[in-house]
């Protein structure tokens, strides 16, 4: 599974993927969404109007050079529409064959209810790692779901490639963008040392297998191929226990 979407990049991330993907596309699954884009001034675009989940849709598939997404997403609820509105429009071209599985991104319970009015959504995306398990707030729907689990890393704190003193160049968001700069994470990273001094643990190997333990899937973002080799490296058993003072900690971290 490679997961990408229009924001990731301006679009750079669909371009490059399907450079990568070049004739082995069929060995892959696909996962994009709708709802998110950047506007030319880099502020962020967010709505679920139909017509523009449609033309995003489009414009993905010309960008990734396929006839097809193995899933598609509505990236993030949208409270000036009625997430049946994208569903029903989405719901036709996955007819036409551009789409094979329609899921839901970072998603909510009063929309996840609307949204099996039109179709069986079967698979859902939101952040989960130590310290945040977006799925909490869907545990009163009783049905089951393929869960992918985004963030796994929290942005590189988890893995130790951000530190405190970390600096980050200008096209990197995490330079400029608001939602990073009022995260606290320089508090994340302190807490961060102080449990993996504590525990005398890889807190890397440990958020990597408190994911793989309680999602289906687990999306992992990389910057480089020492990144990959890393993460394809890892030597831990998902049978071994996880230590749950440790995970009592994370969760109660605020």
């Known amino acids: 599974h490679i997961d990408t979407a229009p924001i990731y990049g301006f679009g750079e991330s669909e371009k490059v993927i399907a450079k990568a993907l070049k004739g082995i596309r069929e060995k892959v699954k696909i996962i994009n969404k709708s709802g998110v884009s950047w506007h030319s001034t880099k502020r962020v675009n967010m709505s679920n109007d139909p017509v523009l989940t449609i033309d995003m849709l489009n414009q993905s598939l010309k960008r990734m050079d396929t006839e097809y997404f193995d899933i598609y997403m509505i990236h993030w609820p949208d409270q ?17 064959g551009k789409i094979i599985n329609i899921g839901l991104c970072n998603t909510n319970s009063s929309d996840l209810l609307k949204a099996q009015e039109i179709l069986p959504i079967t698979i859902l995306q939101s952040e989960f790692n130590l310290f945040n398990n977006g799925f909490l707030g869907l545990s009163n729907i009783q049905k089951k779901f393929t869960t992918m689990g985004w963030g796994t890393f929290d942005k590189g704190i988890l893995a130790g490639t951000v530190k405190e003193k970390t600096t980050f160049t200008s096209e990197d968001a995490r330079s400029w963008a608001p939602w990073w700069k009022k995260s606290n994470w320089k508090k994340r990273v302190r807490f961060c040392e102080r449990q993996k001094n504590k525990y005398k643990i890889d807190l890397k190997h ?20 020492k990144h990959i080799d890393e993460i394809c490296d890892f030597k831990f058993s998902l049978n071994n226990p996880i230590n749950e003072d440790l995970i009592d900690e994370f969760q109660s971290f605020n």
């Open 80 to 96: 000036k529409v009625d997430i049946r509105y994208p569903l029903e429009a989405l719901l036709k071209e996955q007819e036409k």
């Open 206 to 225: 440990t958020a990597l297998a408190y994911s793989l333990k309680h999602c289906d899937k687990t999306l992992i973002g990389m910057k480089s191929q």
